[in-house]
């Protein structure tokens, strides 16, 4: 049953996607990736001690967050990079996002035995709020290659 229950979450919220992709058209990418990164501080925030249908209400929306930041970073590549680099580009950030979740599962296992479960998302709190903090210090529009 949890399985499914996962799969609930995650197939739902990997709409967020598509629902972002669509706002990234029409608003500024720094607005887009702020309110992404304050439903995954609320949500994270919100998780904390829950159980049952509210953890899992809770969990759907800030996996929403989560999936729903995925094409901005995508996007912010492809409108930054010049299309000889693009490529070069979108591999690094592949073999640092490998890199990290190689360090990332080990800790968080070592942090769920030592310190419990809900101690995950006080960092996982630290984390979107550094997120948040990086957003809100982009610039208003980002530069355009196509342009340069």
């Known amino acids: 049953m949890i399985g499914f229950l996962a799969l609930v979450v995650f197939?739902?919220?990997?709409?967020?996607?598509?629902?972002?992709?669509?706002?990234?058209?029409?608003?500024?990418?720094?607005?887009?990736?702020?309110?992404?990164?304050?439903?995954?501080?609320?949500?994270f925030s919100l998780f904390i001690g829950t159980q049952d249908f509210f953890a899992l209400f809770t969990a759907l929306f800030f996996m929403l967050g989560a999936f729903g930041q995925?094409?901005?970073?995508?996007?912010?590549?492809?409108?930054?990079?010049?299309?000889?680099f693009r490529a070069s580009i979108y591999g690094v950030r592949y073999v640092i996002s490998f890199a990290v979740w190689a360090i990332v599962v080990p800790l968080i296992s070592f942090v769920h035995l030592n310190y419990g479960f809900d101690y995950l998302f006080y960092i996982l709190i630290?984390?979107?709020?550094?997120?948040f903090i990086a957003?809100?210090?982009?610039?208003?529009?980002?530069?355009?290659?196509?342009?340069?």
């Open 11 to 43: 197939a739902t919220a990997s709409f967020a996607q598509i629902v972002v992709g669509q706002m990234l058209e029409r608003l500024r990418s720094k607005v887009v990736f702020l309110i992404v990164s304050a439903i995954q501080i609320v949500f």
């Open 135 to 148: 957003a809100a210090s982009l610039p208003k529009k980002l530069p355009d290659t196509q342009n340069i």
């Open 70 to 84: 995925i094409p901005i970073n995508d996007f912010m590549i492809g409108k930054m990079a010049k299309s000889e």
């Open 126 to 131: 630290c984390c979107a709020l550094s997120i």
